[in-house]
T-cell receptor
């Protein structure tokens, strides 16, 4: 059974701080990793993808991947109240057509 | 910016009835997916579709479910005889390659 694990939170950070979200996965053959943001009652919104070890930066977001440790993280710099949402880690299931396995998500709350 | 659309946004049906959920993927995308999310739970993969056939399906996607691409734009999920436990948000997603998947707004299915 392939699993993606996340701390459910809530993670509370003050406005302007760095939020750090973590995810581990069980399947060593996974090659593609994604972070989605999901506001309450809405659909997942893709914010970052990462495919190779190291860091990938996009604006205020940095994704970090360590395949040896089976660990992927998301850093949000200068957190804003509008970043308050549930962040879903997703890993490709290794199938031929790219189905995603999702974690339960970490709820982030950014306090003004 | 192109986006995935889904109709209806909310469907209420009685147990045992058939429902069809509709999706219009992003126009140049080749891979199509259905996921569901039961309230408070993780997003779960149902089925992937490529080149007019199912490429992968999960254990959830049993004989009660079917998918179809009846024309060049629509992608549908049919549940033949709904059960109470089918109540969930159903998300359609599409991707141009086997990687970044973009989700539609979802259909909330309520089975009474």
């Amino acid at each position: 059974q392939k699993e993606v694990e996340q701390n459910s939170g809530p993670l509370s950070v003050p406005e302007g701080a760095i939020a750090s979200l973590n995810c581990t996965y069980s399947d060593r053959v996974s090659q593609s990793f994604f972070w989605y943001r999901q506001y309450s009652g809405k659909s997942p919104e893709l914010i970052m993808s990462i495919y190779s070890n190291g860091d990938k930066e996009d604006g205020r977001f940095t994704a970090q991947l360590n395949k040896a440790s089976q660990y992927v993280s998301l850093l949000i710099r200068d957190s804003q109240p509008s970043d308050s949402a549930t962040y879903l880690c997703a890993v490709n299931g290794g199938g031929s057509q790219g189905n995603l396995i999702f974690g339960k998500g970490t709820k982030l709350s950014v306090k003004p | 910016e192109p986006e995935v659309t889904q109709t209806p946004s909310h469907q209420v049906t009685q147990m045992g009835q058939e429902v069809i959920l509709r999706c219009v993927p992003i126009s140049n995308h080749l891979y199509f997916y259905w996921y569901r999310q039961i309230l408070g739970q993780k997003v779960e993969f149902l089925v992937s579709f490529y080149n007019n056939e199912i490429s992968e399906k999960s254990e959830i996607f049993d004989d009660q479910f079917s998918v179809e691409r009846p024309d060049g734009s629509n992608f549908t999920l049919k549940i033949r005889s709904t059960k109470l436990e089918d109540s969930a948000m159903y998300f359609c997603a599409s991707s141009s390659l086997l990687y970044e998947q973009y989700f539609g707004p979802g259909t909330r299915l309520t089975v009474t």
